[in-house]
């Protein structure tokens, strides 16, 4: 019923970890919402396309159980993360250790590293389980400060029980950072109640919503307490205020936001973010489970990823050894579209897929084994 959703290439497409596929409907909504107003209409389009950008922190405020005041747009998850840890009142005032994977995406370590003067990052091993809450209690001590968790680490498969680590790090008085960026969309996430004091995600992956539409979520209890340094009129609590000696930041989380904003990217994805808090995102997952098991049943002995519900992530991973190459090449030429990192080949089945995805991936996969 949801492939009709969405343009789909020919082939297998198993790539939603890296990229969704776009919603059959996104082309005319852009037009409409984007290109429409500055083309068509004789007056300039920034009223329209405002409206475009708070449709979009409306759209994450509903998927995420959520107000939208407290959503920020974001290029990409580097810049939302630079702009929360530079606000914050300790940086560059005193120490700062910070405790992260090193199953991390990279840029995430930059940022830490580079934005933040006298740090100290601590990694947990990427050889260790991060889905496991007793690696966490080993590696969190009192001298940790701030605490950086990817919800899904998408090397690994695995998914790392959020919620039992910002109680163990706030505990300590530590604030906690998550990524959500391989989760948003397939796993269901709540922040209304969440602890955690800073969330950031984007829209290319399994929310289908394409490149550059990132968000930052902050904790209403802390967001006064953050004074961005990279600010511009979009920051300030009234943007047509045009008095160069006053700045207000804005109340809400926009006081993130920054200069002029690339508008294009929001408007696109907040089409898609509506889609998947409307079908629900309780749902999506449930196919995804029922795909990854079908998967595992089949390819046992190679499937490496957790395949519990609570662990794993919406990803598989499997480790064909020294021939991977004969299977990647073998995968390309059936026409399935996967990936592979250090650990093995990734899989990732979306809404859109079907069990004929998976069985031919399984089928090619056997048969480059065995060839």
Same mark, same amino acid.
């Given at each position: 019923?949801?492939?009709?959703?969405?343009?789909?290439?020919?082939?297998?497409?198993?790539?939603?970890?890296?990229?969704?596929?776009?919603?059959?409907?996104?082309?005319?909504?852009?037009?409409?919402?984007?290109?429409? +107003?500055?083309?068509?209409?004789?007056?300039? +389009?920034?009223?329209?396309?405002?409206?475009?950008?708070?449709?979009?922190?409306?759209?994450?405020?509903?998927?995420?159980?959520?107000?939208?005041?407290?959503?920020?747009?974001?290029?990409?998850?580097?810049?939302?993360?630079?702009? =929360?840890?530079?606000?914050?009142?300790?940086?560059?005032?005193?120490?700062?250790?910070?405790?992260?994977?090193?199953?991390?995406?990279?840029?995430?370590?930059?940022?830490?590293?580079?934005?933040?003067?006298?740090?100290?990052?601590?990694?947990? +091993?990427?050889?260790?389980?991060?889905?496991?809450?007793?690696? =966490?209690?080993?590696?969190?001590?009192?001298?940790?400060?701030?605490?950086?968790?990817?919800?899904?680490?998408?090397?690994?498969?695995?998914?790392?029980?959020?919620?039992?680590?910002?109680?163990?790090?706030?505990?300590?008085?530590?604030?906690?950072?998550?990524?959500?960026?391989?989760?948003?969309?397939?796993?269901?996430?709540?922040?209304?109640?969440?602890?955690?004091?800073?969330?950031?995600?984007?829209?290319?992956? =399994?929310?289908?919503?394409?490149?550059?539409?990132?968000?930052?979520?902050?904790?209403?209890?802390?967001?006064?307490?953050?004074?961005?340094?990279?600010?511009?009129?979009?920051?300030?609590?009234?943007?047509?205020?045009?008095?160069?000696?006053?700045?207000?930041?804005?109340?809400?989380?926009?006081?993130? =936001?920054?200069?002029?904003?690339?508008?294009?990217?929001?408007?696109?994805?907040?089409?898609?973010?509506?889609?998947?808090?409307?079908?629900?995102?309780?749902?999506?997952?449930?196919?995804?489970?029922?795909?990854?098991?079908?998967?595992?049943?089949?390819?046992?002995?190679?499937?490496?990823?957790?395949?519990?519900?609570?662990?794993?992530?919406?990803?598989?991973?499997?480790?064909?050894?020294?021939?991977?190459?004969?299977?990647?090449?073998?995968?390309?030429?059936?026409?399935?579209?996967?990936?592979?990192?250090?650990?093995?080949?990734?899989?990732?089945?979306?809404?859109?897929?079907?069990?004929?995805?998976?069985?031919?991936?399984?089928?090619?996969?056997?048969?480059?084994?065995?060839?």
């Amino acid at each position: 019923m949801n492939q009709v959703d969405f343009s789909l290439p020919q082939g297998h497409y198993l790539l939603s970890h890296s990229v969704g596929r776009p919603l059959a409907s996104a082309e005319q909504d852009f037009m409409q919402r984007y290109f429409h +107003p500055w083309a068509g209409d004789n007056h300039e +389009p920034w009223y329209q396309w405002i409206d475009g950008i708070q449709r979009f922190t409306a759209a994450l405020a509903q998927l995420f159980n959520s107000q939208a005041e407290y959503f920020c747009p974001q290029s990409n998850l580097s810049s939302g993360l630079t702009k =929360w840890v530079m606000s914050l009142p300790e940086t560059g005032k005193q120490p700062v250790r910070v405790l992260m994977s090193e199953s991390d995406f990279p840029s995430m370590g930059f940022v830490l590293q580079q934005a933040v003067p006298d740090v100290e990052i601590c990694f947990i +091993p990427a050889a260790l389980d991060m889905s496991d809450l007793n690696v =966490w209690q080993q590696h969190l001590s009192d001298e940790i400060d701030w605490v950086f968790v990817s919800q899904v680490y998408s090397n690994t498969g695995q998914q790392a029980p959020v919620d039992a680590i910002t109680q163990l790090a706030k505990a300590q008085g530590c604030r906690v950072i998550v990524d959500v960026a391989q989760a948003a969309g397939v796993i269901p996430i709540d922040l209304s109640d969440s602890a955690a004091d800073c969330v950031l995600g984007s829209c290319v992956k =399994w929310l289908c919503g394409g490149p550059g539409a990132g968000f930052i979520w902050v904790n209403p209890a802390i967001l006064d307490q953050c004074q961005p340094k990279d600010v511009g009129w979009f920051s300030h609590q009234n943007p047509m205020e045009f008095d160069i000696h006053h700045f207000a930041p804005h109340h809400s989380a926009l006081r993130f =936001w920054g200069g002029t904003p690339s508008v294009a990217a929001y408007i696109f994805a907040a089409h898609s973010i509506e889609y998947f808090a409307r079908i629900g995102v309780e749902t999506v997952r449930a196919h995804n489970l029922n795909l990854l098991a079908r998967l595992h049943t089949e390819l046992a002995p190679w499937y490496i990823a957790p395949t519990e519900a609570q662990r794993c992530s919406g990803t598989a991973i499997l480790n064909a050894g020294d021939a991977q190459d004969k299977v990647l090449a073998a995968l390309r030429e059936a026409g399935i579209a996967v990936d592979a990192r250090k650990l093995g080949i990734r899989v990732s089945p979306h809404i859109y897929n079907t069990p004929a995805d998976i069985d031919a991936f399984i089928r090619v996969f056997k048969r480059a084994l065995l060839a």
